[in-house]
């Protein structure tokens, strides 16, 4: 087998760089940040009869952190995506003779129900490239090596872990086994759609030459099972969705997942490859960033992955990303100095606790309040912030929607799941992520618990 070097990749990359006729980056940048700057003082400045009322309850200084959480920032946030996502332009991949060859990495434990699958995805690939896939079977107690045992490809390799050591070790094993200069994961109960892997692969080399990993775009597989399911069907299509897109036009897409995403093999070996802790693509991704490589994303490199069929176990995931999310400060706090355009976004990250926080212990009681007929802290005030969330996620639908006919897809119709996911979402997830917060502060038992 011949191995596709860094060097070859750089210059593939390179002849993806022409891009005329766009605003540059940094435009783009100074104007998404001028208008949610404006709109944030435009937003206290009417907030201003709101905060007098609830000082005369809690004391000013209570009562502007209250509305700066409840608002301002969210309403900053919001208007800085809007304006981002509207001045994105995909750049087109450039057309690719010969692709480089590929390893997949696939971490399995207790997969056997959709291993299979999974790896008849990968073969329906129409990629022309030589591509390796390794499974680790990391220790699992159900029928997943007999599964795996029945499969012939002439491209897989298993790897049988007698006992299992967490998805971060099963992958660092199976890095140690990587052929090509190319490295992807795939979660063991994912499903590669139509052309989605010469389309990361495509976008890679596309992207400028420090590109260091691309995240794919990870879609609900399982969305018709039921109505925990339905919710996250448009958390996945709508906000994960648009968020990567955002940080991905300002040359730093904050999550590589692991469960489809492309990394440079090279780097992953300089890294020592994921950590060991719950988080370990983010903490990664970091690392990646933190040596100065950028990350990117591809809207339309589609995974299809199983989500969590009960809201207890939805509540575990989000509460994992959470930890997830500190860890990775604990490991490269350092990124909050970096001076390059994705420091905004490390320290949009850090506010989320805050945020949180104010939405958990008042802005909930808030609203229990206001039924009640007492508008102290949710209010007519809080009605503003409709028309320019509508907007956002009109925004949001009509890019995914594009991206979804180009694909030969459909959005199915799911008008109620919206209705919950755009209205009381965050009453389950934003709680769920501040127990996610506390359990890494207070060094809480770390597992896995999604299943």
């Given at each position: 087998?011949v191995?596709?070097?860094?060097k070859?990749?750089?210059?593939?990359?390179?002849?993806?760089?022409?891009?005329?006729?766009?605003?540059?980056?940094r435009?783009?940048?100074?104007?998404?940040?001028?208008?949610?700057?404006?709109?944030?003082?435009?937003?206290?400045?009417?907030?201003?009869?709101?905060?007098?009322?609830?000082?005369?309850?809690?004391?000013?200084?209570?009562a502007?952190?209250?509305?700066?959480?409840?608002?301002?920032?969210?309403?900053?946030?919001?208007?800085?995506?809007?304006t981002g996502?509207?001045?994105?332009?995909?750049?087109?991949?450039?057309?690719?003779?010969?692709?480089?060859?590929?390893?997949?990495?696939?971490a399995?434990?207790n997969?056997?129900?959709?291993?299979?699958?999974?790896?008849?995805?990968?073969?329906?690939?129409k990629?022309?490239?030589?591509?390796?896939?390794?499974?680790?079977?990391?220790?699992?107690?159900?029928?997943?090596?007999?599964?795996?045992?029945?499969?012939?490809y002439?491209?897989?390799r298993?790897?049988?872990?007698?006992?299992?050591?967490?998805?971060?070790?099963?992958?660092?094993?199976?890095?140690?086994?990587?052929?090509?200069?190319?490295t992807?994961?795939?979660?063991?109960?994912?499903?590669?759609?139509?052309?989605?892997?010469?389309?990361?692969?495509?976008?890679?080399?596309?992207?400028?030459?420090?590109?260091?990993?691309?995240?794919?775009?990870?879609?609900?597989?399982?969305?018709?099972?039921?109505f925990?399911?339905?919710?996250?069907e448009?958390?996945?299509?709508?906000?994960?969705?648009?968020?990567?897109?955002?940080?991905?036009?300002f040359?730093g897409?904050?999550?590589a997942?692991?469960a489809?995403?492309?990394y440079?093999?090279d780097?992953?070996?300089?890294?020592?490859?994921?950590?060991?802790?719950?988080?370990?693509?983010?903490v990664?991704?970091?690392?990646?960033?933190?040596?100065g490589?950028?990350?990117?994303?591809?809207?339309?490199?589609?995974s299809?992955?199983?989500?969590?069929?009960?809201?207890?176990?939805?509540?575990?995931?989000?509460?994992?990303?959470?930890?997830?999310?500190?860890?990775?400060?604990?490991h490269?706090w350092?990124?909050?100095?970096?001076?390059r355009?994705?420091?905004?976004?490390?320290?949009?990250?850090?506010?989320?606790?805050f945020m949180?926080?104010?939405?958990?212990?008042?802005?909930?009681?808030?609203?229990i309040?206001?039924?009640?007929?007492?508008?102290?802290?949710?209010?007519?005030?809080?009605?503003?912030?409709l028309?320019?969330?509508?907007l956002?996620?009109?925004?949001?639908?009509?890019?995914?929607?594009?991206m979804?006919?180009?694909?030969?897809?459909?959005?199915?119709?799911?008008?109620f799941?919206?209705?919950?996911y755009?209205?009381?979402?965050?009453?389950?997830?934003?709680?769920?992520?501040?127990?996610?917060?506390?359990?890494?502060?207070?060094?809480?038992?770390?597992?896995?618990?999604?299943?």
């Amino acid at each position: 087998m011949v191995e596709t070097s860094p060097k070859q990749l750089d210059t593939a990359n390179d002849l993806g760089m022409s891009r005329k006729g766009y605003w540059s980056v940094r435009v783009k940048f100074a104007l998404a940040l001028t208008i949610a700057s404006a709109w944030a003082i435009f937003s206290y400045w009417i907030a201003r009869r709101w905060i007098s009322d609830l000082s005369g309850l809690v004391g000013a200084p209570i009562a502007n952190i209250v509305i700066l959480g409840i608002a301002i920032l969210p309403g900053f946030m919001n208007a800085f995506l809007v304006t981002g996502l509207l001045l994105d332009r995909r750049p087109k991949r450039k057309p690719i003779l010969i692709y480089p060859d590929v390893t997949i990495l696939v971490a399995a434990y207790n997969e056997e129900s959709s291993i299979v699958n999974t790896l008849e995805s990968i073969a329906l690939q129409k990629y022309s490239g030589q591509i390796e896939v390794i499974v680790i079977n990391d220790g699992s107690t159900d029928g997943t090596i007999e599964k795996l045992a029945n499969i012939s490809y002439p491209w897989l390799r298993v790897i049988d872990l007698p006992k299992n050591g967490g998805k971060a070790n099963a992958l660092n094993v199976g890095l140690k086994q990587a052929t090509f200069a190319l490295t992807i994961t795939l979660d063991a109960d994912s499903y590669l759609y139509a052309n989605a892997l010469p389309n990361l692969v495509g976008r890679f080399l596309s992207d400028p030459h420090n590109t260091g990993a691309v995240a794919g775009a990870v879609l609900v597989r399982n969305s018709r099972h039921n109505f925990v399911t339905k919710i996250q069907e448009w958390d996945y299509f709508h906000g994960i969705a648009a968020i990567k897109r955002l940080q991905s036009l300002f040359q730093g897409t904050l999550v590589a997942q692991g469960a489809f995403s492309i990394y440079r093999t090279d780097i992953l070996h300089e890294l020592g490859g994921w950590p060991e802790c719950l988080g370990e693509d983010i903490v990664l991704t970091w690392a990646i960033l933190k040596r100065g490589y950028r990350v990117g994303y591809c809207e339309d490199a589609c995974s299809f992955t199983n989500a969590p069929i009960t809201f207890k176990n939805f509540i575990r995931q989000r509460q994992r990303w959470s930890r997830g999310l500190i860890e990775a400060f604990k490991h490269h706090w350092q990124l909050l100095f970096h001076l390059r355009l994705i420091t905004i976004f490390i320290w949009w990250n850090l506010l989320f606790p805050f945020m949180d926080f104010i939405y958990t212990f008042f802005f909930l009681p808030g609203i229990i309040l206001a039924i009640f007929g007492y508008y102290w802290i949710a209010g007519p005030m809080t009605l503003l912030v409709l028309p320019l969330s509508m907007l956002v996620n009109y925004i949001m639908y009509f890019l995914q929607s594009k991206m979804f006919t180009e694909q030969g897809l459909k959005v199915r119709k799911n008008p109620f799941a919206f209705g919950f996911y755009a209205l009381f979402y965050g009453i389950i997830l934003q709680p769920a992520c501040l127990l996610g917060y506390l359990s890494e502060f207070t060094g809480m038992r770390k597992i896995w618990g999604t299943k």
